[in-house]
């Protein structure tokens, strides 16, 4: 998948699978290590890691009997475009403004 493709922050929207990614994104873990630390049961681990995963967000690798679940550097490059994309326009948004009020300096004054 591209690091460009269209990013579903409503992934993200659920506090348990928010914790979850985090965990996921400071420590590769099997989904009993991610229940052994949450009030929620392996199935529902389970179930947000499904969602993560077919959202684009983590990978799952096979290690023995057990899956280990990590951060996808795409997904992960696809949020950051995402927010890189709306913090360039703030700023052009904001430049715009600050270059018209200097060319318009009778704006300002009456402000």
Known sequence: M???RD?????LGDPMRQAIFERVA???SSV???AES???TRQAVSQHLRVLRDGGL????PQGT???YRV???GLAAIQAYFQRIWDDALTGFQKAADAAVADPEQESSA
């Open 72 to 74: 996808d550097p795409a």
């Open 38 to 40: 949450l009030p929620i």
């Open 58 to 61: 983590v990978v799952a690798t």
């Open 32 to 34: 009993g290590e991610l």
């Open 66 to 68: 057990r899956r280990i």
């Open 2 to 4: 591209s690091a460009f």
């Open 7 to 11: 990013v579903d922050l409503g992934i």
């Open 26 to 28: 400071r420590r590769p």
